[in-house]
């Protein structure tokens, strides 16, 4: 099993800037690919950025510019810093994480994760 522990949503003013963090832990032998989506009230789920475990990174035409993801090896952790927020990045931001396992027979395996969420709101 793997847990994903999100944090540094809140309240922000338009211009506003905050940085989310997650944290993978559990059984993982190691982390590929990993990501922050966001899903508005009535809207589908979206991709933000994603990175990958040697920190190749792509974003949504609507953040680029404003947002940075990176990502902390040693410590199981993605990051996503937003700047110049903007009240249309209201939304709940969800990490998700490619992570491979390895059993007691040796045996790797792939599993996608997600975490519960944390949510974002833009307003003055």
């Known amino acids: 099993q793997v847990q994903l522990v999100e944090s540094g949503g809140g309240l922000v003013q338009p211009g506003g800037s905050l940085r989310l963090s997650c944290a993978a832990s559990g059984n993982i032998f190691r982390i590929n690919a990993m990501g922050w989506y966001r899903q508005a009230p009535g809207k589908e789920r979206e991709l933000v950025a994603r990175i990958t475990r040697g920190s190749i990174t792509n974003y949504a035409d609507s953040v680029k510019g404003r947002f940075t993801i990176s990502r902390d090896n040693a410590k199981n952790t993605v990051y996503l810093q937003m700047n110049s927020l903007k009240p249309e990045d209201t939304a709940v931001y969800l990490c998700?994480?490619?992570?491979?396992?390895?059993?007691?027979?040796?045996?790797?395996?792939?599993?996608?994760?997600w975490g519960k969420g944390t949510l974002v709101t833009v307003s003055s």
């Open positions: 998700s994480v490619d992570v491979v396992t390895l059993d007691a027979l040796g045996r790797t395996g792939v599993m996608g994760y």
